[in-house]
């Protein structure tokens, strides 16, 4: 079992930065590749970012790269994802979520097994 806690939501004007944080604990962290996922009101929860077991891969969505990094700790248990150039488009609940290694680093929401209990990120115009 792996539990997920985010941190560092909050509300920002466009143009602005966030850096979310996600806590896990129980089985051995870096056997697990990372994502961070969104959902925002009224739509389907979609692919945002993902990093592999040991931090070597990285995934991005094309509508968040250049402009979001995530990276991890596995000394930390922790996953981050530094968000910069922010948009009202971002705004969203953001959820960390967490499978078993894997040869590739995936985007699908239905590959991933654990999921955090989501932080708010609004974005204001």
């Known amino acids: 079992q792996v539990m997920l806690v985010e941190s560092g939501g909050g509300l920002v004007q466009a143009g602005g930065s966030l850096r979310l944080s996600c806590a896990a604990s129980g089985r051995t962290f870096s056997s697990y590749d990372m994502g961070w996922f969104r959902q925002a009101s009224g739509k389907e929860r979609e692919f945002v970012a993902a990093i592999s077991h040991s931090g070597g891969n990285t995934n991005y969505a094309d509508s968040v790269k250049g402009r979001f990094t995530i990276s991890r700790d596995n000394a930390k248990n922790t996953v981050s994802l530094q968000m910069n150039s922010l948009k009202p488009a971002d705004t969203a609940i953001y959820y960390c979520?967490?499978?078993?290694?894997?040869?590739?680093?995936?985007?699908?929401?239905?590959?991933?097994?654990?999921w955090g209990q989501g932080t708010q990120v609004t974005v204001s115009s």
């Open positions: 979520a967490a499978r078993f290694q894997y040869r590739r680093v995936v985007t699908s929401t239905d590959d991933y097994g654990y």
